[in-house]
Nanobody
Framework: QVQVVESGGGLVQAGGSLRLSCAAS????????MGWYRQAPGKQRELVAT???????NYADSVKGRFTISRDNAKNTVYLQMNNLKPEDTAVYYC?????????WGQGTHVTVSS
């Protein structure tokens, strides 16, 4: 079992920045991927960014150039640096951990961007 806990959400004005953190604990596999997804009111959950244990990354087109995902393998923690935030980035952001035949989600952290 793996548990993930997000932190760092909040309220920010358009153009501002936030950094989200996701700490994983439990039976962490050496080969895994962690990532951030978000769900805005009335919309489906969507990919924001993922990072594999080898450091390879993947971003949604809507956040490329504004968001940066990184990880500290020693701390089993993933970060999402969000710059130049827009009102359309407002959502609940969920952390995901996955490995072969297993995936788990955090409870989510709210990000609200005011115009």
């Amino acid at each position: 079992q793996v548990q993930v806990v997000e932190s760092g959400g909040g309220l920010v004005q358009a153009g501002g920045s936030l950094r989200l953190s996701c700490a994983a604990s439990g039976s962490i596999a050496s080969i895994n991927a962690m990532g951030w997804y978000r769900q805005a009111p009335g919309k489906q959950r969507e990919l924001v960014a993922t990072i594999a244990s080898d450091g390879s990354t993947n971003y949604a087109d809507s956040v490329k150039g504004r968001f940066t995902i990184s990880r500290d393998n020693a701390k089993n923690t993933v970060y999402l640096q969000m710059n130049n935030l827009k009102p359309e980035d407002t959502a609940v952001y969920y952390c995901n951990y996955r490995r072969i035949n297993y995936s788990t989600w955090g409870q989510g952290t709210h990000v609200t961007v005011s115009s």
